[in-house]
């Protein structure tokens, strides 16, 4: 198949592949890091037309946007290159502050070109809005990188609405990344109508609810693996129970329409909207392959419908995170 391609915004247009690949479980958080293997599925993902490949300073840390960026070598103008900024990390893996300093910004997209190895940045993103510091000052500071050169577009990471609009007004923002999927919908109340009005487009992230929604957890994840903690509520205890629940729903309609329970959670996500480009992360050729399969599935109205009424918005249990106090609201 040839992965058509979708347009983030408007005031900033950036067309990037309707699926994008979100690298971050190839050097943290998700079980064993596996180097090799996400090069070789950052490989396959340019072959199949997924060209919008998404990392983060903080992953590893540091060490995602290396291993990214020797996969790219060789490749950078076939790909829409994004990474963020903004949860301050030392190199031993402890956090310090979500930090949106104007110097703090200048020096970590510094830093992020030279690890990636690149001359720009096609979107950058605040991964977190830092609430003691004015969102213009911070959207200030990246309109400088983009007027260097160094940033082509901007974006912001779990921000609210009204944050949102204060951003627009000083650059146009390309691009919001935060978590939608049939498990996580509460941006549809204020978030995603806000987005519309501005023409900025929607990134997905965790659009199959951390790896749940494939079907593939009947269980607790290992210590080892970042969704085994208190971290991530929604893999443990009765959460888990009910939500595996909801996942068994999603299975039977799969069954019927011939394709995986992930293939079909992801479908939805891609029928919210031409400006809605998910980033399903894996480190594995096989589930990117399945991933992209998604896209070839056409669903209608009625499929939205039973998909909506099998997991009613908020039957989810459990919060998206352990600690709810870097999201911007």
């Excluded at 509520?233 to 011939?258: C, K, M, W, Y």
Aim: aromatic share 6%; glycine share 10%.
């Amino acid at each position: 198949m040839t992965l058509s391609t979708r347009t983030l915004g408007t005031d900033s247009p950036l067309a990037v592949s309707t699926l994008g690949l979100g690298c971050m479980g190839m050097s943290e958080f998700y079980g064993t890091p596996d180097e090799a293997a996400g090069i070789a599925t950052i490989h396959r993902a340019l072959d199949l037309g997924v060209t919008f490949l998404d990392t983060a300073d903080m992953y590893g840390p540091f060490v995602n946007e290396q291993l990214v960026g020797r996969a790219i070598a060789g490749h950078r103008d076939r790909v829409q290159l994004a990474t963020k900024f903004g949860n301050e990390r030392l190199p031993d893996g402890s956090r310090l502050r979500v930090n949106g300093h104007p110097d703090y910004v200048r020096k970590a997209c510094d830093a992020s070109l030279q690890r990636l190895d690149v001359d720009h940045i096609d979107l950058y993103y605040q991964h977190r809005v830092d609430k003691t510091v004015p969102i213009e000052e911070t959207v200030g500071a990246m309109k400088e990188l983009v007027e260097a050169g160094k940033v082509q577009h901007l974006g912001l990471s779990e921000a609210s609405a009204g944050t949102i609009r204060r951003a627009h007004a000083v650059h146009p923002i390309t691009a919001l990344q935060t978590e939608y999927s049939l498990f996580t919908r509460d941006l549809e109340d204020e978030i995603l109508p806000t987005l519309r009005e501005l023409g900025i487009a929607l990134v997905p992230y965790s659009p199959l609810g951390r790896g749940l929604l494939t079907g593939a957890i009947v269980s607790a994840p290992p210590s080892s693996d970042s969704r085994g903690s208190g971290y991530f509520p929604r893999f443990s205890g009765d959460n888990l129970t009910t939500n595996l629940t909801l996942v068994q729903r999603i299975s039977e309609l799969a069954a019927a329409h011939g394709c995986t329970p992930g293939q079909l959670a992801l479908a939805w996500v891609l029928a919210q909207g031409d400006d809605v480009v998910p980033i399903p992360g894996t480190k594995r050729v096989a589930y990117l392959e399945e991933n992209v399969g998604a896209a070839e599935l056409h669903l209608t109205s009625d499929d939205l419908k039973a998909l909506e009424a099998a997991v009613p918005r908020g039957a989810v249990a459990g919060e998206r995170y352990g600690d709810m106090g870097t999201i911007d609201a």
